[in-house]
Nanobody, 121 residues
């Protein structure tokens, strides 16, 4: 079965850190552009960060720059979102996604199931 499986969400206090993981099953990620998206209650889904298939290009939404880092480990067929200095406004369901063609786009071939991140004291 071709799918992305996420892990690593949870409850964290403001200022804390989490690492989200997204593992591909049934296909290899090394030729895919990949990204992280999030959706907070009552809001539209928004892009958080993306990385090109080569790893040579990365992008971040302005509100997470300097706090979040996207990375990929093609040998493990997994990619990550390292989140530091978390704020309550980062609370959302986070989704990983992969596209063979598009970069930093909502048009993806595969989506993860989503993992809840809650930042609260």
């Amino acid at each position: 079965q071709l799918q992305l499986v996420e892990s690593g969400g949870g409850l964290v206090q403001p200022g804390g850190s989490l690492r989200l993981s997204c593992a591909a099953s049934g296909f290899t990620l090394n030729s895919y552009n990949i990204g992280w998206f999030r959706q907070a209650p009552g809001k539209e889904r928004e892009g958080v960060s993306c990385i090109s298939s080569s790893g040579g290009s990365t992008n971040y939404r302005e509100s997470v720059k300097g706090r979040f880092t996207i990375s990929r480990d093609n040998a493990k067929n997994t990619f990550y979102l390292h989140m530091n200095s978390l704020k309550p406004e980062d609370t959302a369901v986070y989704y990983c996604a992969a596209s063979k063609v598009y970069y930093c786009s909502g048009r993806n071939d595969y989506w993860g199931q989503g993992t809840q991140v809650t930042v609260s004291s």
